[in-house]
């Protein structure tokens, strides 16, 4: 059975990491991350990726369309393969939720989990890891356009009864575990052998 299920939270909220070990332990579930696609793609020096590469480390936004069409071009097929999709990075603003429903029809986007870690927290988690876009300017600029964006997505979701909160701090196992059970009630998960 396929399905998406979209996982929010602020930037350095560690979407990112759980979403790679949920790919790792449960059979027939993928990992779609936009961000990761479209540093491949600038590493790769695609058309896309020359466009994203200064748009991304000045912390600002791709274009709605474009990013429609990049996503539904992963997304579209996996869903037919039959793929559990956990999607990373999308939707994050109104336009891409209302894109993302339409990619889904007729069954409709599963659910969505929102990773709660406060705004000090991410924030240091991110200077750690210091990736390249991670500088204090392009933090701050990525946080701002989360609240002024995607945060407002957190009641889209919970307008249509898709929207489970969970607990994004403590040790990566804990949050794992309740990320996995939250999922579990949506759709079958399988270990992997
Ligand atoms: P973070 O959430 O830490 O900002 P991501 O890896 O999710 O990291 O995204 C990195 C960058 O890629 C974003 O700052 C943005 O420029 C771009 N990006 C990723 N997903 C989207 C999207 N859905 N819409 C617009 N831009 C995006």
Redesign the pocket.
């Known amino acids: 059975m396929s399905g998406v299920i979209v996982v929010l939270g ?3 909220s560690g ?2 990491t759980q979403c790679g070990l949920l790919e790792q332990h449960f059979d027939g579930v993928v990992h779609v ?7 491949d793609a600038a590493t790769s020096g695609t058309p896309l990726g020359r466009r ?1 590469e200064a ?2 480390t ?7 369309d ?2 429609c069409d990049v ?1 539904a071009e992963r997304l579209v097929p996996l869903l037919e393969s039959g793929a559990t999709v956990l999607l ?6 109104p336009a ?1 939720a209302e894109a993302l429903a339409g990619m889904t029809v007729p069954d409709g986007i599963a659910g969505a989990v929102l990773l709660e870690v406060d705004v000090a927290e991410v924030s240091e988690r ?1 200077l750690a890891r210091g ?1 390249d ?2 500088t204090v300017a ?2 701050a600029r ?1 946080l701002e ?2 609240e002024a964006q995607t945060a407002p997505l957190v009641e889209w979701f919970a307008g249509r009864g898709l929207l489970q909160r969970i607990e994004g701090t403590g040790a990566p196992e804990e949050v794992f575990d309740r990320l996995a059970a939250a999922i579990g009630g949506l759709v079958p998960l399988r270990l992997s052998r």
């Open positions: 602020r930037q350095g979407k990112g991350s936009t961000g990761d696609m479209l540093r994203a748009i991304m000045a912390g600002e936004l791709v274009p709605d474009v990013m996503v990373d990075g999308f939707p994050r603003t891409q991110m990736r876009d991670d392009g933090i990525r356009l989360y």
